[in-house]
């Protein structure tokens, strides 16, 4: 079957750090994106690792093991518009599986 | 700008009638894309899968009677949900992968549709 895991909801405060962990156990893998999504908006592309180890854009960083079916995405230098969720989501051959998403409430 | 194009963005329906979203790729030419729904406060659920010039593949659990998808063309497909029902409320999206084999897909804007 397809799993994949995310916290339902975190809470930051403006200008902190937040890590938004992902586990994931899928029949295939094909490499692992993250999404941003405002309420009632299509999801924004953030980042996608295929390898292990760190990417890092600007205030955001995703990170990708997949001996371990785990990622993260850290976001730095937290602002009230990173109120959103966050969506994990694994490329299997040509489909993307979606995590149940994360809400971020920054707070000032 | 958008290179996937979704239409209409909000949409009403009278239950039992049949509703048509229509998904578009701009400037590119995309042999697949994919239709997910989500309901509200929930993920996106991949519904099915839309390849140009066949069938669809559908998702288990997924109606393929009454979400109609037809990829006429390589830059057009079209969800109709047929025979329309309250539940079937929810927010369409669609997204298109950039070109064959390429990591970058990019996703409608999204049509939320109202069944009464």
């Known amino acids: 079957g397809q799993n994949i895991d995310q916290p339902t909801e975190m809470t930051a405060t403006e200008g902190a750090i937040v890590q938004i962990n992902c586990t994931y156990q899928t029949s295939g893998f094909n490499g692992l994106f993250w999404y941003q999504q405002h309420a009632g908006e299509a999801p924004t592309f953030l980042s996608y690792?295929?390898?292990?180890g760190l990417e890092e854009k600007g205030r955001f960083s995703s990170f990708l093991s997949r001996s371990k079916g785990y990622s993260y995405l850290l976001l730095k230098e937290l602002q009230m518009k990173d109120s959103a969720s966050y969506l994990c989501?694994?490329?299997?051959?040509?489909?993307?599986?979606f995590g149940t998403g994360t809400r971020l409430q920054v707070f000032p | 700008g958008a290179v996937v194009s979704q239409h209409p963005s909000r949409v009403i329906c009278k239950s039992g009638t049949s509703v048509k979203i229509e998904c578009r790729s701009l400037d590119f030419q995309a042999t697949t894309m994919f239709w997910y729904r989500q309901f509200p406060k929930q993920s996106l659920m991949l519904m099915a899968t839309?390849?140009?010039?066949?069938?669809?593949?559908?998702e288990q659990g997924v109606e393929k009677d009454k979400f109609l998808i037809n990829h006429a063309s390589l830059t057009l497909s079209t969800l109709t949900v047929t025979s329309a029902h309250p539940e079937d409320s929810s927010f369409y999206i669609c997204?298109?992968?950039?070109?064959?084999?390429?990591?970058?897909?990019?996703f409608g804007e999204g049509s939320w549709l109202t069944v009464v």
């Open positions: 839309s390849n140009e010039g066949s069938k669809a593949t559908y």
């Open positions: 690792n295929v390898l292990d």
């Open positions: 997204s298109a992968r950039y070109r064959r084999g390429g990591n970058t897909i990019y």
């Open positions: 989501a694994v490329r299997n051959t040509d489909k993307l599986i």
